[in-house]
């Protein structure tokens, strides 16, 4: 008997610690200096894009030089969370923040001319727009919710959201996100992600040097945190570079710097 109860014991000792994620390290490739890199970065085959609420400013990869820049009206374009090029157009998550009720919208600009060319209003939605993905013909937006600036009764940052949207931004799916992701947002959010070559998305909160690697359920309505990944970034927005597989983009707030990371294989 004593020999059972002290093998229960360890097992659920040994329990907790087998339901953790693995936590992997990400290698710093490069790093350039951008006073715009507040908010985020976009990144695209020769050039990156320093976002900073209603400014946007376009650097080139291979030199590290600031080549153009957009600077929007503040009033239109308060808060630009989050930019990611898609197609042959960089497509940006703008919103109120931190004004209440929140605002959404989805601004498109011609990454080649730096100028704004749409816009798709989402008004009052589940939350505060940071990140635009686009996946299989659908589009992936997170909205953000905060426990204290920005945020509105009744809803803190457990109420962030993934919506998936189809082509006339009308929603299809949604999905919350995992307690142990959530709990590294609060009191913020997520302020940016992207699905990498692998399918996965990954995911980044406001402040933490790390990245948390999700996947869409295959039953329920809570996405599946499957590893967390330490990155040399305090959260924001990132952004994959598609013509280098496995390499991301973030940004250190902090020091105004913009940040290349090769991350590792997630097996599983």
């Not at 995911?203 to 990155?231: M, R």
Request: aromatic residues 8%; contains cysteine; glycine residues 8%.
């Amino acid at each position: 008997m004593r020999a059972l109860a002290a093998a229960l014991s360890l097992a659920l000792l040994a329990a907790p610690a087998a339901a953790q994620q693995p936590v992997l390290t990400s290698e710093v490739l490069g790093r350039w200096k951008a006073p715009e890199a507040t908010q985020g970065v976009a990144v695209d085959a020769r050039h990156f894009y320093a976002v900073a609420n209603s400014r946007i400013a376009k650097y080139d990869k291979a030199t590290g030089a600031k080549v153009a820049e957009w600077s929007g009206d503040k009033a239109r374009f308060p808060h630009i969370n989050s930019c990611t090029v898609i197609g042959r157009e960089l497509v940006c998550a703008n919103s109120n923040f931190p004004e209440t009720p929140m605002t959404s919208s989805v601004e498109f600009f011609d990454p080649v001319k730096m100028v704004h060319l749409r816009t798709v209003s989402l008004g009052q939605q589940v939350g505060s727009v940071t990140w635009i993905e686009r996946k299989d013909g659908a589009w992936f937006a997170a909205f953000a919710n905060y426990d204290g600036k920005g945020g509105e009764p009744d809803r803190g940052h457990q109420h962030t959201q993934l919506v998936k949207f189809d082509d006339q931004w009308r929603r299809m799916e949604g999905w919350s996100f995992p307690l142990s992701v959530t709990e590294r947002f609060k009191p913020m959010s997520s302020s940016g992600g992207g699905f990498g070559p692998d399918g996965r998305l990954y995911v980044t909160g406001h402040d933490h040097p790390e990245l948390y690697v999700l996947e869409l359920p295959k039953g329920g309505s809570k996405l599946d945190h499957v590893a967390t990944v330490t990155a040399a970034i305090e959260g924001q927005a990132v952004a994959f570079d598609r013509s280098r597989p496995g390499v991301l983009y973030g940004i250190s707030r902090p020091n105004r710097e913009v940040v290349a990371l090769r991350l590792p294989p997630i097996r599983r």
